[in-house]
């Protein structure tokens, strides 16, 4: 997903100070130390072009500034233009996050706060140029009360060069923690910027706050923890971003990287710390940063014992510090004690910003291909909102024809991308057996089906589906929306080339059916070595099919047999493996099936809509836990007959 970021400042460091006081000492000296340093310094007497207005341009200066660094010395507070400035730069402070740093040059702070000595002599002089009651002396007032609590350094007397070498490698370090990049293309993120900074209570230093974004893979978790991050981090005393944990904690050894990681970034010390073990390091971290206001972001954690050697319970930070979790496994963010008040899940995009998105990418600037709006919205549909989907097809398609275009989506519509799709199987490959066979029967089958009725027929086939729903909601892989069973359809269409690539030539040596090609394929040969699991033929109009009676004998494997809309002009019953579990036939039967001799393991039997007249013996005295006859009117009505002869 895209993001917007703070835009880049024009300027590293702004220097507000008393020109008559300060210029060609102290601050000269300064300025030359940071130049020197590389560190991009605005200052009036250099940056000030002839022409410009002097105080708009001073504005400017300051809100396109990281630092603003203010000199208060004797007499500051008697230059209005002093004063405006140090008003503009609190209001950036609060407004823009502008780090400002205080130097009390020979002056006491409890001067600058209290407006005592030389800053009472300045203002008193203000306020009876302006009024007593003047709105203008009083924002100054309180600019310098702000400015003046605030840390900084304090000189009286001593050596100057010492000071300076200190601001400096202060303002080296600061500038140092550099935004991240977040995306070639700032869509949609803005709005969710503005609903986390609210969740993460900036402005209350009350304890530790951890908070998750969860989501699923490609859905944007990423792009919008560096939006944060980069709207935030100079808040705090120390900051880091720990990208991809998951891929880099392989192991304890990896996992120690990351502690060593974690306390230089937010210690700002150029060489990495040493840490002998994950216990030595958890340690390490709680006792250096417990007195530190941090902001730490663990990205793509999959893990609890990533959380525990990283971060603990967050007690190990100082107050006030946020500590945010970019996740696809809801049940993570549970366990590790945070509540749903701080999960915040990460959406698709909607429609206008999908558009928006996919325009950046598949168009440009310099785009003139004209591209008809029936086959973009065909790319819109395909990727439902994904970001990632948006992005990687937009960039594919960009500087192509229309002829491309409608080529790449034929394409699509039988095999996913592989960079799309290799993304997406990260959260299947993280499954355990049960969950995968889950997942796989519902984008195969399932999708957009009853979920009472998903659990029925997945039971009957002995895999635990009720904590297997609840782990794949956990993960993001589907969703249940009014008791209906939702999957993405880029997801839907990964999982069903998981399948395809049991494979692709083949048909028999797949576990899983759906396509009515691949089934009449498998029904017209001997299935002895056929390895099909489970078979759902729903043609979405009615079709006529040979199913010879014994076709089905030899395929021991089957325990899933679903069939909808057809019908079978064998005139005779099929027969059934005794190790089918659940069997359903919807529209067109005109026979039972039967059963080889033996103990049978059929748990559902589903005919409906068929003109059978009655029940098999073999069924009279097998429990079958679910036998629906539904709209079978010939058995109904020899049913009704019996009922009323015995009257």
């Known amino acids: 997903m895209a993001s917007s970021s703070k ?17 060609n000492t102290f601050l000269g000296h300064l300025y030359k130390a940071l130049y020197h340093n590389g560190i991009y310094t605005f200052v009036d007497s250099e940056e000030l072009r002839k022409g410009d207005q002097t105080l708009p341009a001073l504005m400017k200066a300051i809100e396109e500034s990281c630092v603003a660094i203010i000199v208060f010395s004797k007499d500051y507070a008697s230059s209005q233009w002093c004063l405006e400035e140090v008003m503009k730069i609190m209001e950036c402070k609060k407004q823009k996050d502008l780090t ?13 706060r209290r407006g005592n000595k030389s800053y009472g002599k300045a203002l008193a002089k203000h306020e009876s140029k302006f009024g007593k009651d003047s709105e203008k002396v009083k924002r100054w007032k309180k600019a310098l009360f702000d400015a003046g609590s605030l840390s900084g350094w304090h000189f009286n007397d001593g050596d100057e060069s010492e000071l300076i070498e200190r601001i400096v490698k202060e303002i080296s370090t600061l500038l140092d923690r550099t935004p991240l990049h977040v995306a070639k293309c700032p869509v949609g993120i803005d709005s969710k910027v503005v609903k986390l900074k609210s969740m993460l209570n900036l402005e209350s230093d009350d304890g530790v706050l951890m908070m998750g974004l969860w989501g699923r893979v490609g859905i944007g978790k990423t792009s919008l923890a560096k939006a944060i991050y980069n709207d935030i981090f100079r808040q705090f005393d120390g900051s880091t971003f720990l990208a991809n944990v998951r891929e880099t904690s392989k192991n304890c050894r990896d996992l120690v990287a990351l502690q060593e990681k974690l306390l230089s970034e937010i210690l700002s010390q150029k060489q990495r710390l040493v840490v002998s073990n994950v216990d030595a390091g958890t340690h390490l971290v709680r006792d250096r940063l417990c007195r530190k206001k941090v902001l730490l972001i663990l990205d793509d954690v999959d893990d609890l014992r990533q959380l525990n050697a990283l971060v603990g319970e967050g007690k190990w930070f100082g107050i006030g510090s946020k500590i945010m979790i970019t996740t696809r496994d809801k049940h993570l963010l549970t366990c590790h004690g945070i509540d749903q008040d701080h999960v915040y899940e990460v959406k698709t995009l909607e429609d206008s910003e999908a558009r928006e998105l996919l325009s950046k990418h598949a168009f440009g600037t310099h785009q003139k291909l004209k591209i008809k ?11 439902r909102g994904l970001p990632l989907a948006i992005e990687v097809l937009g960039s594919f398609l960009c500087g192509r024809r229309e002829h491309e275009w409608k080529s790449t989506l034929k394409k699509l519509s039988r095999n996913p991308n592989k960079t799309i799709n290799n993304v997406l199987k990260i959260s299947y490959d993280g ?42 909601i956990e993960r993001s892989l589907i969703s249940i929306e009014h008791r209906t069973v939702e999957v993405h359809g880029l997801i839907q269409l990964m999982g069903m080339d998981i399948v395809n690539q049991e494979c692709r030539d083949d048909p028999k040596r797949r576990s899983k059916l759906w396509m009515y090609d691949d089934v009449l394929d498998v029904l017209s040969h001997d299935m002895g070595d056929c390895v099909v699991k489970a078979i759902v033929l729903e043609p979405p109009e009615h079709k006529e099919v040979y199913i010879s009676p014994n076709v089905f004998t030899k395929a021991s494997k089957l325990r899933l047999l679903i069939m909808h809309n057809v019908h079978n002009t064998f005139q005779g019953p099929i027969c059934l493996p005794n190790e089918l579990r659940w069997f359903e036939w919807v529209g067109g039967a005109s026979w039972f ?24 013996k073999q069924f009279q005295h097998k429990k079958i836990e679910i036998l629906v006859l539904k709209y079978c009117r010939k058995i109904m009505r020899k049913l009704f007959d019996l009922a009323t002869k015995s009257m």
């Open 100 to 112: 400002v740093l205080p130097v009390f040059y020979k002056v006491d702070p409890r001067e600058v």
């Open 373 to 383: 709006a029936d086959l973009v919205d065909s790319v819109l549909n395909h990727a």
């Open 593 to 616: 099936p039967e059963f080889s001799l033996g103990p049978k393991k059929l748990v559902g039997l589903k005919m409906s809509e068929s003109n059978i007249t009655g029940l098999p």
């Open 7 to 23: 835009p880049k400042s024009n300027y590293e460091v702004f220097l507000s100070f008393r020109g008559t006081d300060l210029r």
């Open 431 to 472: 499954l355990e057996d049960n969950e995968k066979e889950i997942f796989l029967h519902i984008a195969c089958f399932f999708k957009g089906c009853d979920s009472d009725y998903i659990k029925k027929v997945i039971d009957s086939c002995d895999f635990e589906i009720d904590i297997g729903l609840e782990i794949l």
